[in-house]
Nanobody, 132 residues
Framework: QVQLVESGGGSVQSGGSLRLSCAAA????????MAWFRQAPGKEREGVAV???????NYEDFAKGRFTISQDNAKNSLYLQMNSLKPDDTAMYYC??????????????????????????WGQGTQVTVSS
């Protein structure tokens, strides 16, 4: 079993930056891909970016050019560097771990394929608030 704990959220002004972290513990060798999701009040949870164990990465369109996903396998950690933040980026951000090869292969294909059901373990979330 894998446990995930996010950190790094906070309040920033429009145009600012934040770096989210996700620490993984437990049987992390079973993880095939990891992703960041976000959920704003009244909206569905949406994918942000995903990274597979082989290094393949996929971003949703709104994240391209502004967000960077990375991982440090030695530290069992996942990161999301967010630059040029906008008020629309305000949401709870979650990291998630995927354990299914077919699901992870789908998630890295392109925009619109980072589906929540692919991921079996979730963190508790970290709040990001961007003011104008």
């Amino acid at each position: 079993q894998v446990q995930l704990v996010e950190s790094g959220g906070g309040s920033v002004q429009s145009g600012g930056s934040l770096r989210l972290s996700c620490a993984a513990a437990g049987y992390t060798h079973s993880t095939i891909c990891m992703a960041w999701f976000r959920q704003a009040p009244g909206k569905e949870r949406e994918g942000v970016a995903v990274i597979a164990n082989d290094g393949n990465i996929n971003y949703e369109d709104f994240a391209k050019g502004r967000f960077t996903i990375s991982q440090d396998n030695a530290k069992n950690s996942l990161y999301l560097q967010m630059n040029s933040l906008k008020p629309d980026d305000t949401a709870m951000y979650y990291c998630a771990a995927g354990f299914d090869f077919r699901g992870c292969s789908l998630a890295i294909q392109g925009p619109g394929t980072i589906f929540p059901h692919i991921f079996g373990t979730w963190g508790q979330g970290t709040q990001v608030t961007v003011s104008s």
